[in-house]
């Protein structure tokens, strides 16, 4: 990289104020955890709640708290956003600023809290770094953008300069630019959902230096536990928690074939039906959320509902969040 094209690079997004400044109040508050010290603490289940609407489609904040809650007083200790769940790409640059504002203050310290950043510039993506920062994130999950190799370099070192957040790599990025961006020390993070060929490869060629975390269901966990995994994200943490504790303490235990009973009884047939509406009309099923979604999604109507209660009753998952 050369050193003329990364100051360009940074003195555009010192500049960019590429979203709203009304969500600044925030008192600034420097992150208690250095990038390692998250990176030590990625370990058993990551709670990752859709966006949630109300009817009249502007998000359910209330709801989304209630599954936070849900969570942190079942053991979780880890809350994050994402790109992908929180459907970054139907909501506003404000709304997306307000959602981390909002998950922040649901976390309340009692819990690591992820931010994430989008798809975004480099401008945009440091601009919201130093927002997470501020508001007190202990992370950053950064989704990649396309670019070349060399401005994917300059795009990282210039987040990385913008913050001394941990940053979580989340994309497929080529081995040999992956051997570059290590020069980044924060960059300790990788949110792993690929496939076995591209993911053998960066613990082969990263296991040492990067913690890999499974983005989907628990099947992932066990299929990289013997490479040193140990956090996925969870979906039954935001509406039956037993059920992540059941496979964490199976895992804990060593008794994987307990941890793959887990996986066949309650996740195989949910994720057979998964979906986003399916995920928000779960919640609502268990008093934590609502259903609607915002379009082009279509919400689960009230015979689907009636058939999703009927689906978690042969499960054998009571309705109750207790």
Request: a positive charge; proline letters at 4%; glycine letters at 6%.
């Amino acid at each position: 990289m050369r050193r003329r094209q990364f100051l360009a690079t940074c003195a555009c997004a010192i500049g960019s104020r590429t979203m709203s400044q009304s969500l600044l109040s925030a008192e600034p508050k420097t992150t208690s955890l250095s990038p390692q010290e998250f990176q030590r603490k990625i370990v058993g289940p990551i709670l990752s709640v859709p966006t949630c609407f109300r009817q009249d489609l502007t998000i359910d904040h209330e709801g989304m708290k209630r599954v936070v809650e849900l969570g942190i007083r079942s053991g979780c200790r880890i809350v994050t956003l994402t790109a992908g769940n929180n459907q970054y790409d139907i909501l506003t640059d404000d709304e997306i600023r307000e959602l981390t504002k909002k998950m922040r203050e649901a976390v309340n310290g009692r819990a690591i809290f992820i931010s994430a950043a989008g798809k975004w510039e480099t401008a945009q993506t440091i601009d919201y770094a130093r927002f997470a920062h501020q508001l007190g994130a202990d992370a950053l999950q950064v989704t990649l953008p396309k670019l070349d190799d060399d401005r994917m370099l300059q795009h990282m070192h210039a987040v990385a300069a913008a913050t001394p957040l941990g940053l979580i790599l989340h994309g497929d990025p080529p081995i040999s630019l992956l051997k570059r961006l290590m020069a980044i020390e924060s960059i300790v993070g990788f949110k792993e959902e690929y496939t076995t060929i591209y993911s053998l490869q960066l613990y082969r060629e990263f296991g040492q230096r990067l913690t890999l975390f499974a983005g989907g269901e628990k099947a992932r966990l066990l299929t990289y536990y013997p490479y040193g995994m140990r956090a996925w994200y969870s979906t039954f943490m935001t509406f039956v928690p037993s059920v992540a504790i059941q496979f964490q303490k199976a895992v804990e235990a060593g008794d994987l074939r307990r941890a793959g009973e887990v996986i066949l009884q309650y996740e195989t047939p949910v994720f057979q039906r998964f979906s986003l509406p399916f995920w928000r009309a779960t919640l609502e099923h268990f008093g934590l959320a609502s259903r609607w979604s915002r379009g082009p999604e279509k919400s689960f109507t009230n015979d689907q509902m009636v058939e999703l209660a009927s689906f978690y009753e042969g499960l054998g998952l009571k309705t109750s969040p207790n």
